[in-house]
Nanobody, 125 residues
Framework: QVQLVESGGALVQGGGSLRLSCAAS????????MGWFRQAPGKEREFVGT????????TYADSVKGRFAISRDNAKNMVYLQMSNLKPEDTAVYYCALDPQLGRVAVHASEYFYWGQGTQVTVDP
């Protein structure tokens, strides 16, 4: 069993930056890809990006490419989402998730099994 807890959400001005953290407990996550998703009110959960187990490969949604960066510290069982040049359309609840299947790049929420409770990011224009 894996527990994931996101933190770092806040109200930020457009153009600003924010770093979200995802703390994992229950087992080491170093073998597993970790994803970030977001969900705005009235919209479906949207893929943001994913990072592989050893942290040397990332994949991002086009909407955040060049502005967001995912990293991880396996020694601390932590995953991060650094967000820059934030826009009002980035406003959402952000979730981290663990993909239990090794060796793939998962971009669909259905491919992830463990989820955190989410953290709210609000970007003022």
């Amino acid at each position: 069993q894996v527990q994931l807890v996101e933190s770092g959400g806040a109200l930020v001005q457009g153009g600003g930056s924010l770093r979200l953290s995802c703390a994992a407990s229950g087992r080491t996550i170093s073998s597993f890809a970790m994803g970030w998703f977001r969900q705005a009110p009235g919209k479906e959960r949207e893929f943001v990006g994913t990072i592989n187990g050893n942290g040397n490969s990332t994949t991002y949604a086009d909407s955040v490419k060049g502005r967001f960066a995912i990293s991880r510290d396996n020694a601390k069982n932590m995953v991060y989402l650094q967000m820059s040049n934030l826009k009002p359309e980035d406003t959402a609840v952000y979730y981290c998730a663990l993909d239990p299947q090794l060796g793939r790049v998962a971009v669909h929420a259905s491919e992830y099994f463990y989820w955190g409770q989410g953290t709210q990011v609000t970007v003022d224009p």
